[in-house]
């Protein structure tokens, strides 16, 4: 497979020859959604939790006697129908939603992705990522020379630069760019490349994409 190079300004000024996994490939929906599954469930993490009437403070009597006050029987100050008492089947962190796959499977569903989106000219190789000074503005007048214009608040196509070492000048030059996010290639996963239409890159990109994903 070839794909065409482009300088910054959106010309096309060469072409280069990736590796020919990336033809072999055919697009698997379902392995693709299992290691995206994993990849949300492996993120998420279970803030809300309550705590039930055995876990709150206090309670450790019964608040008056059962009979001859007038008042409802109770037992304890911490029963759920009580301000300030345990909570009937609220939230819990108790359940596990880890799940597991194999290192092959997330590879590959990976590789599926970059291939397909390779196949409908929605990987952009630029011949350096390198602004001629890190600012913003400038990013955005590149990127605008491939991304076209949407009436959100993005406001335009959703784009994700693969830089090939860690940057931070470019990363933070990235970073305010509402519709654009930064990555480094040995970091490439599957929600980053679902998330975002299309995909810039450089050579050096490639060849780290290479070694760490195709074994």
Same mark, same amino acid.
């Given at each position: ?27 698997? *929906? ?9 990849? =949300? !469930?492996? %993120? ?5 939790? $309550? #705590? ?78 390198? *602004? ?9 007048? =590149? !990127?605008? %020379? ?5 009436? $959100? #608040? ?62």
């Amino acid at each position: 497979m070839n794909l065409k190079v482009y300088n910054q300004q959106g010309q096309e000024i060469d072409e280069i020859e990736v590796n020919g996994i990336f033809d072999s490939l055919k697009f698997n *929906p379902d392995l693709v959604h299992q290691v995206m599954r994993w990849q =949300i !469930l492996n %993120n998420y993490y279970p803030w809300a939790h $309550t #705590k039930t009437r055995a876990e709150v403070s206090g309670g450790g009597r019964k608040p008056w006697r059962q009979k001859g006050t007038g008042r409802a029987r109770h037992g304890s100050i911490r029963s759920p129908i009580w301000r300030g008492g345990g909570i009937s089947f609220g939230p819990r962190k108790d359940k596990i939603r880890a799940i597991r796959i194999n290192k092959k499977m997330k590879r590959k569903a990976i590789l599926m992705v970059l291939a397909e989106k390779m196949r409908r000219d929605y990987v952009k190789v630029l011949d350096t990522l390198i *602004p001629s000074k890190f600012k913003t503005k400038i990013m955005d007048k =590149i !990127l605008s %020379n491939f991304l076209e214009k949407r009436r $959100t #608040k993005k406001k335009r196509e959703s784009a994700l630069i693969v830089i090939p070492d860690n940057n931070k000048d470019l990363i933070r030059s990235i970073r305010n760019l509402s519709y654009a996010d930064a990555i480094e290639a040995r970091n490439l996963n599957i929600l980053s490349l679902l998330n975002h239409k299309y995909i810039f890159l450089e050579p050096k990109s490639l060849e780290v994409i290479k070694e760490t994903f195709i074994k």
